[in-house]
């Protein structure tokens, strides 16, 4: 058996060619196309473009949904609260001067990621040729207990 085999994202069980995950995350983090990485990936502040304008690679199709919004909870909750814990230890503030300074700050923080996230979720898609990506339509799953 090869490396390739083993690595995360391979697409060797159906004969399509594997695609690296974490470049085409990266890719998709730094607002590029997942394939080429030379095209930009969004059009406005998180809309993809239809086609990438290099390599014409097809993004309209995925499907990020609110994927990119529960990462970007997940990843600024945790910073904040440990922030604010270690913070408020540190400096005793009171409440106002707290809120003052955590309500800006995880605003913030929220809009700097959710681009770059909903980027890396595109980015994971295109590499594991989910929603469209593999030039297959997403198909409605027939459910056992719904026949």
């Given at each position: 058996?090869?490396?390739?085999l083993?690595?995360?994202?391979?697409?060797?069980?159906?004969?399509?060619?594997?695609?690296?995950?974490?470049?085409?995350?990266?890719?998709?983090?730094?607002?590029?196309?997942?394939?080429?990485?030379?095209?930009?990936?969004?059009?406005?502040?998180?809309k993809?473009?239809?086609?990438?304008a290099?390599?014409?690679?097809?993004?309209?199709?995925?499907?990020?949904?609110?994927?990119?919004?529960?990462?970007?909870?997940?990843?600024?909750?945790?910073f904040?609260?440990?922030?604010?814990?270690?913070?408020?230890?540190?400096?005793?503030?009171?409440?106002?001067?707290?809120?003052?300074?955590?309500?800006?700050?995880?605003?913030?923080?929220?809009?700097?990621?959710?681009?770059?996230?909903?980027?890396?979720?595109?980015?994971?898609?295109?590499?594991?040729?989910?929603?469209?990506?593999?030039?297959?339509?997403?198909?409605?799953?027939?459910?056992?207990?719904?026949?």
């Open positions: 058996m090869t490396h390739e083993h690595r995360f994202g391979g697409e060797l069980h159906s004969g399509r060619p594997a695609r690296a995950v974490g470049q085409a995350m990266w890719k998709g983090a730094q607002n590029r196309c997942p394939s080429c990485g030379e095209g930009r990936l969004f059009d406005g502040f998180v993809t473009v239809d086609n990438c290099v390599c014409g690679e097809e993004i309209h199709h995925h499907r990020a949904d609110d994927l990119p919004a529960y990462l970007v909870i997940l990843i600024v909750g945790h904040m609260v440990s922030g604010f814990l270690i913070f408020s230890e540190v400096f005793p503030l009171s409440n106002w001067q707290q809120l003052a300074i955590w309500v800006p700050l995880t605003i913030i923080a929220a809009i700097v990621l959710l681009r770059p996230v909903k980027g890396a979720v595109v980015g994971l898609q295109w590499a594991l040729y989910m929603h469209g990506f593999g030039g297959d339509d997403d198909m409605i799953e027939n459910h056992p207990e719904g026949e």
